[in-house]
C-alpha cells in the first residue's frame, strides 16, 4: 500500500506541471473571452466561479490518466499503454469534462444551458484530451530521438575502433625471391601501385 501511495505520487509529481498548465489555460480561456455568461457574479466571485472549471479539469486528468490506471495494474506496466488506450484516455476525460461542465456552469452559475452552449462547452472540453495526446506524441518523438542519437554514437564508436584495429595491423610484402621483405603498419601505406614488372609503394 505505502509503495502504491509512493509511485502515485512520483506519478503526480511527473504530470503535475503538465496538468496545473492545461488546467491553468482553460481558466485563462474562459476569464478573457467569457465564452458564457456570467454578469450576476462580481469579480471576485467570477475568478472562483471559473476556478472552478480549471479543477475540475484537473480533476478528471489526475483521476483518468494517474489514479485509476495505478489502481488497476502496477506501474511498470503503464508506460506501456497503447494507442487505443491512450484515445480512450481521451474519450473519457472529453465526456465526463462535458458533463461536470454542463452540470457545474447550470447548478452553480444558474446558466441555462442552450445548444450553442453546450457545443462550446464540448470545444473547450476537446482542450485537454488533444494537449495530452500532442504531449504524448511530442515526449514519444524526444524518446526516439534520444534512442537514435545513442544508436548513432554507439556505432561511431564501433567503426571507430573497427578503423583503430585495421590501422594498427601490419602488412608485409615479399620480394618474388623471397629474399626481401617489407613490413609496414597499414595506416603508414599510402599507395600502391603497378611500375611494369615492379610495385612501387609509397608509405
Known sequence: MK???NHL????NEKLKLFLSISFAVFLFILFFQPFPLEKFDFNNRLLFVAGFGAIVFLFMFLI???IPSSIKKGNNMANE???RSYFDGLLILILCSVAFTFYLRY???VNISFFIAFKLVLICL????ALRLYGEYKELVRQNESLVSE???IQKQIEK???DNLNKSIEFISETGTDNLTLLISEVIFIQSADNYVEIAY
Open 162 to 164: 573497427y578503423e583503430e
Open 9 to 12: 505520487a512520483q506519478l503526480l
Open 152 to 154: 548513432r554514437k554507439m
Open 127 to 130: 482542450v485537454p484530451p488533444v
Open 82 to 84: 497503447s494507442d487505443l
Open 65 to 67: 490518466r494517474i489514479a
Open 3 to 5: 509503495n502504491r501511495l
Open 108 to 110: 452553480v452559475g444558474s
